[in-house]
């Protein structure tokens, strides 16, 4: 089993995901790519000490990168879209 730490790797701030937490109680979490939902709800919740309501993630692929003629590609990565319960709130200093 995997560490807390080693499940949830950053907090995704982006506008858009700023927007989501502030109208609709929704972060978004860069997370381990092989984590599953219950690995990324038990971890959120010990780390942030708050209720989680539903979590949605999603596999996004890495984009085609070129290097003058090298070839390559960024990392594939997992999104984690957590919805928390009325009067729960996450705050990122």
Do not use: H
Not at 1 to 13: A, G, H
Not at 62 to 72: D, I, N, P
Request: glycine share 6%.
């Amino acid at each position: 089993m995997k560490s807390i730490y080693e499940v949830i790797k950053s907090p995704w701030i982006t506008e858009k995901g700023t927007e989501l937490g502030e109208k609709q109680n929704k972060y978004v979490f860069k997370v381990c790519l092989n984590a599953n939902k219950i690995e990324i709800r038990n971890a959120i919740e010990k780390i942030f000490n708050v209720k989680i309501k539903k979590v949605n993630t999603v596999k996004l692929q890495g984009k085609k990168k070129k290097v003058r003629l090298v070839e390559g590609k960024t990392p594939d990565w997992k999104k984690a879209v957590i919805t928390l319960k009325e009067g729960n709130k996450i705050e990122f200093i």
